[in-house]
């Protein structure tokens, strides 16, 4: 299956030989369908940040020098926050006592913090990301916005992320038990990798722990894929999806396009719409790309393959929670 490595990579696209055609393949597992080298291409993307302080929070005579800070798209913006007010302190307006609200907005868009950063950044630009991308930094706020979830601190983010870790478990299994399973300092290790964006460490305690992975393509209940509708505003679809098709041939990003959301493809159902982008960290995906690769080697730390639709105004979703 080593073929399979490059769906992205130039302009070759994926073509399944007959063997993956074969009842041998629902019989594969992760330890011979994953590619360490290929997913550390795909997911050690890194994105260049300038943060500026909010122009109405600047209490110094001068604005201050911006932050420029090189991110991990794995990684998330609550990791920013200590060095963001250490950076800034000297300019923020006293609050008596009251903790500061560390918050981002890009283009007067407030960053949802719950979202891994190469999310973040495949909604608010697509693949023409600029260099540096320009945040604004609020330090007042957060609990006033509706479109950011209340923040009090890491351990609200530890709690987001090993919930949609489990999430994403519970979809592929059927139970959290594999995650349940975990000694405390494998979950201590799972954490620390997280919060570090330490992919090899990341995929250590998966090898240290196989049934964090479904055991089969067969057995495996169903990918866990977010599709994350972007215009703005953003919504985002959680669907059960298959690994097979009913003919034991993969289910790729097209079948699922098709089977849960029609109105991006074109007339015949297989090319995108007119001005409709389909993005993973950071790259254009192949609608022929199978759907249990893409999981497999482009996934997120939260265990989550967060695809990103950027629509063209006539498709926006008129609500949805995010």
């Known amino acids: 299956v080593s073929h399979l490595a490059s769906p992205f990579l130039g302009s070759r696209r994926l073509h399944f030989s007959e063997v993956l055609r074969s009842e041998a393949m629902e019989n594969l597992g992760p330890q011979e369908l994953l590619e360490e080298n290929v997913r550390h291409q795909l997911c050690g993307g890194r994105v260049m940040l300038r943060i500026r302080l909010a122009c109405d929070e600047v209490a110094s005579l001068t604005e201050p020098p911006p932050l420029f800070s090189m991110v991990s798209r794995l990684s998330y913006l609550p990791m920013l926050f200590t060095d963001v007010y250490e950076h800034f302190k000297a300019c923020l307006p006293p609050r008596m006592g009251q903790p500061y609200e560390i918050w981002f907005d890009c283009n007067n868009v407030a960053l949802k913090w719950h979202y891994p950063v190469g999310v973040l950044c495949d909604m608010l630009a697509g693949q023409e990301l600029p260099v540096p991308l320009d945040l604004t930094a609020h330090f007042t706020g957060c609990s006033a916005s509706k479109e950011l979830l209340p923040f009090s601190g890491l351990a609200d983010l530890q709690k987001s992320i ?3 870790f489990k999430e994403a478990i519970l979809l592929e299994n059927g139970n959290t038990s594999p995650f349940q399973k975990l000694a405390k300092q494998q979950q201590m290790s799972l954490w620390d990798a997280i919060s570090k964006s330490n992919l090899e460490a990341y995929g250590q305690v998966h090898r240290s722990e196989p049934t964090l ?18 215009g703005p505003p953003h919504a985002a679809l959680l669907h059960r999806v298959k690994v097979l098709n009913d003919d034991g041939t993969p289910s790729t990003v097209g079948d699922f396009l098709r089977a849960v959301m029609p109105p991006v493809l074109d007339e015949d159902g297989q090319a995108l719409a007119e001005g409709v982008e389909l993005l993973t960290q950071g790259l254009s995906i192949s609608l022929e790309t199978p759907l249990f690769w893409l999981s497999l080697h482009a996934h997120y730390l939260d265990h989550f393959l967060h695809l990103v639709l950027r629509l063209p105004s006539r498709l926006l979703p008129r609500s949805g929670k995010a």
């Open 162 to 164: 090993m919930n949609a």
């Open 213 to 230: 992975l479904w055991a089969s393509l067969k057995k495996c209940k169903s990918l866990a894929v977010r599709l994350h509708l972007w």
